[in-house]
């Protein structure tokens, strides 16, 4: 059992759209290192596909191998802009959306 969560943070946000359509780019941050990233066709594909990777990178960090990480859920719906506890197995993680260069810069 894990007695601190680890957290993690993410961005998702459209691209322009393209001849083949409007794609979504997701990045998943761990302080100020980028661990992940890539980009779907649609949003909730996005979100699938932030969800995999956070339960990769938890197993990683408990120096495991994620067997399933597609399968892992989050405590409550799971839409761009919220914060989540992601249940991967027998490890939990905190997903939390990253704030945007411009409003850190405000915060300070």
Not at 26 to 33: H, S, V
Request: hydrophobic share 40%.
């Amino acid at each position: 059992m894990q007695d601190e969560l680890p957290t993690f943070s993410y961005t998702i946000e459209p691209l322009p759209p393209t001849q083949l359509g409007r794609r979504w780019r997701w990045q998943l941050w761990r302080g100020e290192r980028l661990l992940a990233g890539g980009w779907h066709y649609g949003q909730r594909q996005a979100l699938g596909a932030l969800r995999t990777a956070t339960s990769r990178a938890t197993h990683e960090l408990a120096g495991l191998v994620a067997l399933r990480p597609e399968r892992a859920t989050s405590d409550g719906r799971f839409f761009a802009g919220a914060t989540v506890q992601l249940d991967c197995g027998a490890l939990r993680c905190i997903l939390a959306p990253r704030l945007s260069e411009a409003a850190a810069a405000s915060v300070m």
